[in-house]
Each structure stands twice: as structure tokens, then as C-alpha cells.
Nanobody, 121 residues
Framework: QVQLVESGGGLVQAGGSLRLSCKLS????????MGWYRQVPGKQHDLVAF???????MYADSVKGRFTISRDNANRMVYLQMNSLKPEDTAVYYC???????????????WGQGTQVTVSS
């Protein structure tokens, strides 16, 4: 089974920093990319950052200049460094991986369980 596990969330004051980590485990044929999304109650998952394999990293406009996504390919990890946090960044953050389990299969995706980030004013 493919599994994603996030960690690193917590409570931080505005202006502070957090680093989220996500570990991918399980058999995959190829990885298309990994990203971070966030969700508040009653709203959809919104893209925060995405780092494709062989493509351009993208960020939501609201986090550009403050958040940085990175990866450790050897350990199949993806990170989100969050600086200058604002109360509006408060959300559950989910790690997402887009991948194929076989060459003949279309891409699919998996989600982590989520990690809560709360930024106090």
C-alpha cells in the first residue's frame, strides 16, 4: 500500500516558522510529483505548493516568498518550510503524491492524514 504520513504541525505565533514533513512509503512505479494542500472546515483543499518531477515548482500566491517546498528523493520525503506565518495560514495541511503504480496504469494520488497548523495573532 502507498502511504503518506505528515508531521511537524503545531501552534505558532504570527511571524513564526514551522517545517512540515511528509514521508511516502509503499511500492510505486513512478512519481509525478508531490505537493502540499490545506483545508479549513467547510472549504475545499487549496494548493499550497507543488513540486513536480521534471517540472516547475508552483506556489499559491498567498504563500509566495514565505513558504518553500523541497524534497529528499532518496528518502521519498517532501518538506514545506513555512516562514512569516500569518493567522490566515491556519488550516489542516495535507501531503499529496501523484504517481503511477504501473506503466500501463493511469496516474493516481494519495493523501496523508493531515497535520494541524494553527497560527495565533
Amino acid at each position: 500500500q502507498v502511504q503518506l504520513v505528515e508531521s511537524g504541525g503545531g501552534l505558532v505565533q504570527a511571524g513564526g516558522s514551522l517545517r512540515l514533513s511528509c514521508k511516502l512509503s509503499g511500492p510505486i512505479f513512478s512519481l509525478n510529483g508531490m505537493g502540499w494542500y490545506r483545508q479549513v472546515p467547510g472549504k475545499q483543499h487549496d494548493l499550497v505548493a507543488f513540486i513536480p518531477i521534471g517540472g516547475s515548482t508552483m506556489y499559491a500566491d498567498s504563500v509566495k516568498g514565505r513558504f518553500t517546498i523541497s524534497r529528499d528523493n532518496a528518502n521519498r520525503m517532501v518538506y514545506l518550510q513555512m516562514n512569516s506565518l500569518k493567522p490566515e495560514d491556519t488550516a489542516v495541511y495535507y501531503c499529496n503524491a501523484d504517481y503511477r503504480t504501473a506503466l500501463t496504469r493511469s496516474s493516481t494520488s494519495s493523501w496523508g492524514q493531515g497535520t494541524q497548523v494553527t497560527v495565533s495573532s
